[in-house]
């Protein structure tokens, strides 16, 4: 009940006229998202690396079904690159397949994609390819691979570690020698795709992590759960694991605590901060894909507050 409500919620305009015209809201919109234009996402990755945190900057959209609305968002991209490389950032950018065409022909893809490819070349940025629904999956790592073996390097992937092929996906993407990012995942997924059992999809995570650190190639590890970032400590610290090896990664606005705690014992923690005008949608379908969320950000923001200490903080990550 509470997911489908939070579905009508992101594609109802009325509702997002009154929701996003109250002050509560868009405070909670700028903790999570950076704002909607360019300007705001640098001051947010500018305020990041003063913090000792690298940035990833994603454009928020998805699903983009006319040329025009695709090259948009490439052109913004575009302009992210640019500013990135014009200001001395120590940032990279993610983005969709979806979000560049993939759903209007592969032709259209290559070229609006190859824009933003060449930005990023020229600049020696990093462009991450983020992961979607499983609907997706084949999609996605297909479109990767041909990049790949045509000579684009500077990409990576993300694998979820509660797809039931993820174990498959490392080892290949290992072979290749190509950088991923992991994380749990939260789209919706029926039981013979996904793990449905939050202990079961943290073994995947752990599995996959493990290989990650030793054979992978400068993985993300990307999650805001204590015990997936202890498994990881205590494997990095267990097999000699340097720290320049890897890099942990969280959301913007999420365990702010625990991302400095992380720098201070010397580890890397990369930020993915994310902007647009899309800011209202992506906030409701991210609650909606896992309602749990709803309480798990409430629980991120009590944790550092002064009421936090007043309940144990013994809020966990619902990623």
């Not at 490389?85 to 950018?93: E, F, Q, T, Y």
């Not at 790592?141 to 498959?168: C, K, N, P």
């Not at 899309?278 to 309602?291: C, F, H, I, Q, S």
């Amino acid at each position: 009940m509470l997911r489908q409500g939070l579905l009508f919620l992101s594609e109802s305009s009325a509702a997002r006229r009154l929701i996003t015209g109250t002050p509560l809201t868009r405070g909670l919109s700028r903790r999570f998202v950076a704002g909607e234009t360019v300007d705001e996402l640098v001051d947010a990755v500018r305020a990041a690396n003063a913090e000792g945190l690298t940035a990833t900057a994603n454009y928020l959209g998805e699903s983009v079904k006319s040329e025009e609305a695709a090259r948009a968002a490439a052109d913004r991209y575009v302009e992210v690159l640019e500013r990135i490389r014009r200001d001395g950032l120590d940032a990279n950018v993610s983005l969709k397949f979806t979000q560049m065409g993939q759903n209007i022909s592969d032709t259209f893809l290559r070229a609006n994609l190859g824009r933003v490819l060449e930005q990023a070349q020229a600049g020696g940025i990093f462009v991450r390819f983020d992961m979607e629904s499983s609907d997706y999956t084949d999609r996605t790592l297909s479109a990767f691979r041909t990049l790949w073996s045509e000579g684009v390097r500077d990409i990576g992937v993300v694998l979820q570690s509660y797809l039931r092929r993820t174990q498959a996906d490392v080892e290949r993407m290992v072979d290749l020698g190509a950088r991923v990012r992991l994380c749990k995942g939260a789209y919706a997924e029926p039981e013979r795709l996904a793990y449905q059992d939050r202990e079961e999809v943290r073994a995947s995570f752990v599995r996959a992590m493990e290989v990650l650190l030793s054979r992978g190639h400068y993985p993300g590890i990307a999650t805001h759960d204590d015990a997936m970032i202890r498994a990881t400590l205590e494997y990095a610290n267990r097999e000699g694991i340097g720290a320049d090896r890897f890099e942990f990664q969280m959301l913007h606005g999420v365990r702010r605590d625990l991302q400095q705690q992380l720098v201070a014992q010397g580890w890397r923690v990369r930020v993915y901060i994310p902007f647009g005008e899309a800011w209202y949608p992506y906030l409701m379908r991210r609650l909606a894909e896992r309602p749990a969320n709803v309480v798990f950000l409430a629980g991120s923001v009590l944790k550092e507050s002064p009421l936090g200490s007043l309940f144990g903080n013994h809020g966990r990550d619902g990623r």
